[in-house]
């Protein structure tokens, strides 16, 4: 087939019959070219979740690295075992006591990122057709992983104070009588990603003993629960459950992504089964970044680290708040006590995903609420990061994204009545982001 302007030969993918019937979830959106260009200098992008890494210490991670070459060069560059370097294993158990979890290092295993560890989780409990309870919103990347694996999404409300019990129990109990299959809750219970929220003390228990209850597997990602802006955050779920809690943790945010090193903390029998599954996956996390991390946490103060980091998003979250007051006071949005997202509702007349390449006109890029739903809600929400831009490059966008709206509220108040700007009612979201807008 040829372009009609006579241009290059569009070429038809000729194994298009070939593929798998999973591979039907792995569509890349319409919105990824537009983040293509947002992802130029002079665009203020508060789309992506990238960890602001220069505020680390470059010398000591260079001191790691070259620790590791010089007391264990060929180990280092050497496949490894499945589960992860044991050392490396030891040290996460402290990490993970600071969220009040205790385990045995056998039950961890060393993932490629928590993105592995949610990819082979899905891998090891879903059919197609099953049913996984989540947020409304939940992260996109765990949505694209659910979807590739044909998984049925069904979002439980979510409010200020993290997932609603009763709305869980509620869900659970139609699912239920409909005969559906729920395999597990996958829950961002800290500094939600996108939203901002964090589950309250008091619900743990409860949303616990809701799972326990209907036999549902709870799937705890917790990326951001050190960085908080004020108070720790709660005990996490698997501090309360070690039987029924499947724990992801990562050190993506609280040292660097590059290293792509996260892991999964698992009952022990599911644990047995994920190292089998990681192994078919990858034969072996990276040697070479355990090491390095493993170097870093026996020589840095790491904990003096991540409170660095809690210092600079704090910053960052105060600025884009004061922004947001100052130049959008007709909009609402929650107040995250830490991690890297605000969530911002907009009027019901506009839509976040329609508006974007205006805004991206404007230079500045946001990502649309629909990217966080499997069901084509959130198109009157938007997910704002704070955590790359410098406070002033936060100032700047947020002024430009007033622009923006103050911009389309005008056009749309123009044609109002006139259908001329009706918006279609696709129900579809974005799919595949980038990683960096993830
Ligand atoms: N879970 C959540 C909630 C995230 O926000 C992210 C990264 N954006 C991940 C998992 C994956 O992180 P990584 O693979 O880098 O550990």
């Given at each position: 087939?040829?372009?009609?302007?006579?241009a290059?030969?569009?070429?038809?993918?000729?194994?298009?019959?070939?593929?798998?019937?999973?591979?039907?979830?792995?569509?890349?959106?319409e919105?990824?070219?537009?983040?293509?260009?947002?992802?130029?200098?002079?665009?203020v992008?508060?789309?992506?979740?990238?960890?602001?890494?220069?505020?680390?210490?470059?010398?000591?991670?260079?001191?790691?690295?070259?620790?590791?070459?010089?007391?264990?060069?060929?180990?280092?560059?050497?496949?490894?075992?499945?589960?992860?370097?044991?050392?490396?294993?030891?040290?996460?158990?402290?990490?993970?006591?600071?969220?009040?979890i205790?385990?045995?290092?056998?039950?961890?295993?060393?993932?490629?990122?928590?993105?592995?560890?949610?990819?082979?989780?899905?891998?090891?409990?879903?059919?197609?057709?099953?049913?996984?309870?989540?947020?409304?919103?939940?992260?996109?990347g765990?949505?694209?992983?659910?979807?590739?694996?044909?998984?049925?999404?069904?979002?439980?409300?979510?409010?200020?104070?993290?997932?609603?019990?009763?709305?869980?129990?509620?869900?659970?109990?139609?699912?239920?009588?409909?005969?559906?299959?729920?395999?597990?809750?996958?829950?961002?219970?800290?500094?939600?990603?996108?939203?901002?929220?964090?589950?309250?003390?008091?619900?743990?228990?409860?949303?616990?003993?809701?799972?326990?209850?209907?036999?549902?597997?709870?799937?705890?990602?917790?990326?951001?629960?050190?960085?908080?802006?004020?108070e720790?955050?709660?005990?996490?779920?698997?501090?309360?459950?070690?039987?029924?809690?499947?724990?992801?943790?990562?050190?993506?945010?609280?040292?660097?992504?590059?290293?792509?090193?996260?892991?999964?903390?698992?009952?022990?029998?599911?644990?047995?089964?994920?190292v089998l599954?990681?192994?078919?996956?990858?034969?072996?996390?990276?040697?070479?970044?355990?090491?390095?991390?493993?170097?870093?946490?026996?020589?840095?103060?790491?904990?003096?680290?991540?409170?660095?980091f809690?210092?600079?998003?704090?910053?960052?979250?105060?600025?884009?708040?004061?922004?947001?007051?100052?130049?959008?006071p007709?909009?609402?949005?929650?107040?995250?006590?830490?991690?890297?997202?605000?969530?911002?509702?907009?009027?019901?007349?506009?839509?976040?995903?329609?508006?974007?390449?205006?805004?991206?006109?404007?230079?500045?890029?946001?990502?649309?609420?629909?990217?966080?739903?499997?069901?084509?809600?959130?198109?009157?929400?938007?997910?704002?990061?704070?955590?790359?831009?410098?406070?002033?490059?936060?100032?700047?966008?947020?002024?430009?994204?007033?622009?923006?709206?103050?911009?389309?509220?005008?056009?749309?108040?123009?044609?109002?009545?006139?259908?001329?700007?009706?918006?279609?009612?696709?129900?579809?979201s974005?799919?595949?982001?980038?990683?960096?807008?993830?």
């Amino acid at each position: 087939m040829s372009d009609p302007r006579g241009a290059k030969p569009i070429k038809l993918d000729p194994w298009l019959d070939h593929y798998a019937a999973r591979a039907s979830g792995l569509s890349a959106s319409e919105v990824r070219a537009l983040f293509a260009v947002a992802s130029r200098p002079e665009v203020v992008s508060l789309a992506g979740g990238m960890p602001f890494v220069r505020a680390l210490p470059e010398d000591l991670i260079r001191t790691a690295l070259d620790r590791v070459m010089t007391l264990e060069g060929p180990t280092a560059l050497q496949y490894g075992s499945g589960q992860g370097v044991p050392r490396l294993r030891e040290q996460i158990l402290e990490v993970m006591a600071l969220e009040g979890i205790s385990a045995s290092m056998d039950n961890v295993v060393v993932t490629t990122g928590s993105q592995q560890a949610l990819d082979l989780v899905t891998k090891l409990f879903i059919d197609p057709g099953d049913i996984i309870l989540a947020e409304a919103p939940s992260y996109v990347g765990a949505i694209g992983v659910f979807r590739s694996y044909q998984a049925h999404m069904v979002h439980v409300l979510t409010d200020e104070n993290g997932l609603v019990p009763d709305a869980l129990r509620e869900t659970i109990v139609r699912l239920k009588a409909e005969k559906r299959t729920i395999k597990f809750l996958y829950t961002i219970p800290n500094f939600q990603n996108p939203a901002g929220v964090t589950l309250s003390a008091e619900r743990r228990p409860e949303i616990l003993a809701i799972c326990k209850e209907h036999n549902i597997l709870i799937l705890e990602d917790n990326p951001y629960g050190l960085l908080s802006f004020d108070e720790p955050v709660p005990p996490a779920l698997r501090s309360l459950d070690e039987d029924g809690v499947i724990y992801l943790g990562s050190f993506s945010k609280t040292l660097a992504p590059g290293f792509r090193v996260g892991w999964a903390l698992a009952p022990h029998a599911i644990r047995e089964k994920l190292v089998l599954a990681a192994e078919a996956a990858i034969l072996c996390p990276s040697s070479f970044s355990q090491l390095v991390i493993s170097e870093y946490l026996t020589q840095a103060d790491w904990r003096g680290q991540i409170n660095e980091f809690r210092g600079v998003y704090r910053e960052r979250r105060d600025a884009m708040l004061e922004a947001l007051d100052e130049h959008l006071p007709e909009l609402s949005w929650n107040i995250p006590n830490g991690g890297f997202y605000i969530w911002v509702d907009l009027p019901e007349q506009l839509d976040s995903k329609a508006m974007l390449p205006r805004a991206v006109t404007e230079l500045v890029a946001y990502t649309p609420g629909t990217a966080f739903f499997a069901d084509g809600g959130g198109r009157h929400n938007l997910r704002l990061s704070f955590c790359y831009p410098t406070p002033e490059n936060i100032r700047i966008g947020i002024r430009r994204l007033a622009t923006v709206i103050q911009g389309e509220t005008d056009l749309l108040d123009t044609f109002a009545g006139t259908g001329v700007l009706a918006l279609p009612t696709a129900n579809e979201s974005v799919t595949a982001p980038p990683p960096d807008m993830s």
